[in-house]
């Protein structure tokens, strides 16, 4: 079951990130400017993303969970291929949110599974394992669409059967996102959780308006952790969305280059990572600590702030890349035990829709923030798309040192509502 949603996974954070690499034919075939590029890759796939992802897990929670992950893998490989049939800046904003309707209900569906078959021990090194399959499957986007656009670049258009003429960058697209209709197929050999019957208890348990007042309840417990997620993950975000135009235009890099190179680091170094990061708290609730998921976050925003403040002040290639291992490393390590710790402090009948809640707020501040600050500092600060790299220096460390700020406060509260609450 993890295995087939790990696959899932990979499909979904491939089709997601691989327009990152595609940042500059994009922006010069279109036309753009950095902040109309930041809404392609951030607001325009967190509108439907964040907020449809309710509703679903809603469903998730009463109905078929492996009917809704088919459908949405469904929905999101088509529409990552008709981004590549877009031909203006409208045409790829809507299939972009397209790809977020299709998305906006995966991982809380998978989630509420993974949850329901796994105890609370061993929980964070299932969700972990899981989730490595986020940083393959941004690994893979970059590696595979350097690839592609290495095989395909030759040519400045390419003739398709009943399509016409495409430029190599919207090839990419199609051929990165028609692949995922057969990881759709196998989920239909996922086999569901056990879970109580939805009696008329359960059903009043789960209501929209109790899991709000739950939260309510807890709100210093949620408020703190939920808020320091939100702005690790814009962080993280403005780093995914911009790092590989930063090689591009800073160091004189080809796309090609930039993708493979960050691909291979974001795989080896960002799996690591969240393996280690799910492990080490693990480990440390084996041993006692209420807060482990919590503290192991904290850590990990110390490490990539202090190594995204270094990355893009590197006189050369080379050593920005090389700084680049721990900072993606320490980014994995925060991705485990963040949606852990989140699970924690959830009761069973109404995690889907909890969680969906959850990614529904982190996700539109992270994804329609991360990459739009850094483009409005590049775009009205420095005035200048060369200095880019000053954009990531100063935003990405500000945004990871109120992230522990606010993770620090909510250790007390979470430790509180752990004690008393459902594992």
């Not at 998305?103 to 998978?110: F, N, R, S, V």
């Not at 959780?193 to 709100?219: C, G, N, V």
């Not at 707020?361 to 923030?369: A, D, E, K, M």
């Not at 990459?371 to 798309?385: E, G, K, Q």
């Amino acid at each position: 079951m993890i295995g087939v949603l790990n696959l899932g996974l990979m499909s979904a954070l491939t089709d997601r990130r691989v327009l990152n690499l595609l940042v500059e034919p994009i922006r010069h075939d279109l036309n753009l400017s950095d902040t109309q590029i930041s809404l392609l890759l951030g607001l325009s796939f967190a509108i439907f993303f964040s907020t449809l992802g309710i509703p679903i897990g809603r469903l998730a929670d009463r109905h078929s969970r492996r009917a809704i992950l088919t459908a949405s893998i469904t929905i999101w490989s088509l529409m990552t291929a008709a981004c590549g049939l877009a031909t203006t800046y409208t045409q790829l904003f809507l299939t972009r949110a397209g790809v977020g309707v299709g998305q906006a209900g995966y991982t809380p569906t998978a989630m509420a599974m993974i949850a329901g078959y796994f105890p609370g021990e061993r929980r964070s090194t299932a969700i972990s394992t899981y989730l490595m399959g986020a940083y393959t499957g941004t690994g893979l986007s970059l590696i595979v669409a350097a690839t592609v656009i290495g095989l395909v670049s030759a040519q400045e258009f390419w003739l398709l059967p009943f399509i016409g003429l495409v430029r190599p960058w919207q090839l990419v697209l199609m051929m990165v996102g028609l692949p995922g209709l057969l990881i759709a197929v196998l989920m239909l050999s996922v086999r569901e959780p056990p879970r109580p019957e939805p009696t008329a208890e359960l059903k009043s348990q789960a209501s929209f308006r109790k899991i709000l007042r739950y939260m309510d309840d807890h709100r210093a417990a949620f408020g703190t952790i939920c808020g320091g997620r939100a702005l690790f993950l814009t962080a993280i975000i403005g780093v995914n969305a911009w790092t590989p135009s930063f090689f591009i235009r800073t160091y004189g890099w080809s796309a090609q280059r930039a993708g493979l190179t960050l691909g291979a680091i974001i795989v080896v170094c960002s799996t690591l990572g969240i393996l280690t990061g799910g492990y080490l708290a693990d480990g440390l609730i084996q041993r006692g600590s209420l807060d482990a998921n919590v503290r192991v976050q904290i850590g990990a925003a110390v490490g990539m702030a202090v190594t995204c403040l270094i990355f893009p002040l590197m006189p050369t290639a080379g050593l920005a890349a090389l700084w680049l291992i721990p900072a993606f490393f320490c980014r994995g390590a925060s991705t485990g035990v963040a949606m852990a710790a989140v699970q924690e402090m959830l009761p069973n009948p109404i995690r889907a829709q909890s969680t969906a809640l959850y990614l529904a707020f982190v996700n539109i501040v992270s994804q329609g923030l991360g990459p739009t600050v850094v483009a409005l500092t590049t775009d009205f600060i420095f005035h200048d798309p060369a200095a880019l790299r000053y954009s990531l220096a100063i935003i990405t460390p500000l945004l990871l040192l109120v992230a522990m700020g606010s993770l620090a406060a909510g250790l007390r509260p979470f430790r509180a509502m752990k004690s008393a609450g459902p594992q």
